[in-house]
């Protein structure tokens, strides 16, 4: 199962032979349910997960709120960013949306293969950076005043989620109510 | 001037002596005055700096009024995100808010050192690694709906950053008029 993974890196950066077997070696299959929890608030985030399959999301809860925070699916990586490399406990829940399944590494491995392996910083850089790139456009929109304005940035750079994604989850990641968000949908039809 | 940037990388991953050369090579040195622009909205951001000294924001302009969206000091790497990643043209200006002195090199001398130098990736990644976890705090707080909340969390994370910065840019980068600022920091005392 993890065969697209090792593809995957070695399509950003060619690997070695002994990478690809660390990948194999360390990497941990999970397979999450629908609704399924992955990761609980108070605990520190000890994985960085590819997620091979599904969708994902992360959220914290604000005075009995669920806030969304993420939304991720096939080919991205998730973990709780402040907690993974704090390592202290965070306040981010993950859970899957749909039935996932994720390619998991603890932090120690990932330590370990950035250690061992040249090639894997490379890997992990330009992950990384996609991830920068993707936190900046989370950021500018979120810096819009307009509810409506930060629904259609949504849906011009995540055409595919707002299919996905029940939309209570869509509201509190937009920082809106679900009465806005439905009453601009409503608007846009 | 480059030294303390060969320092600084060293203190991150040994580097060779040819990397190290290559950065002295690279590096441009490029001095600011206070309030002068290092990048306008529409260019393609060419440059990824290394801080050596000053304080330097990035905004844009959304109906008129400038958005502060990023304050970076010594120590920290700027850049548009956006338009340095995409190499398109951004809508991001970066300015210096003290006389500044920056270590710029150029996109194809940064792909160039990480082609050439496996080293540099380690940098590369522990550096963007750290960018994404400023981006995260960011985030966080830009989702707390309280303008008194978002103040205090930018106090504990950013404390010297509100000495050094004229209130109204703080007041736009935490999503507030200078009012509401004002009143804040008038109730605090």
Not at 58 to 67: A, F
Not at 94 to 118: G, N, W
Not at 135 to 154: G, H, W
Request: charged share 25%.
């Amino acid at each position: 199962m993890l065969q697209p993974l090792v593809k995957y890196c070695n399509a950003i950066c060619p690997i070695s032979d002994k990478l690809g077997e660390a990948l194999l070696e360390y990497g941990e299959i999970i397979h999450l349910k629908k609704d399924e929890l992955f990761l609980k608030a108070g605990m520190v985030s000890n994985h960085a997960s590819w997620i091979l399959k599904g969708l994902v999301r992360s959220y914290y809860v604000r005075e009995g709120e669920e806030i969304t925070t993420k939304f991720l699916t096939e080919g991205a990586t998730i973990t709780s960013i402040y907690s993974f490399y704090s390592r202290k406990p965070g306040n981010e829940y993950i859970m899957a949306l749909e039935d996932s399944v994720l390619a998991c590494f603890t932090y120690d491995h990932m330590q370990r293969m950035y250690k061992d392996f040249p090639e894997f910083n490379v890997i992990g850089r330009i992950v990384t950076e996609r991830y920068l790139y993707f936190l900046e456009i989370e950021l500018y929109n979120l810096r819009k005043t307009k509810a409506e304005d930060r629904y259609q940035y949504f849906i011009k750079h995540f055409p595919d989620l707002h299919q996905r994604v029940p939309l209570k989850y869509i509201a509190t990641y937009l920082g809106m109510n679900l009465e806005t968000l439905s009453r601009i949908r409503g608007k846009k039809k």
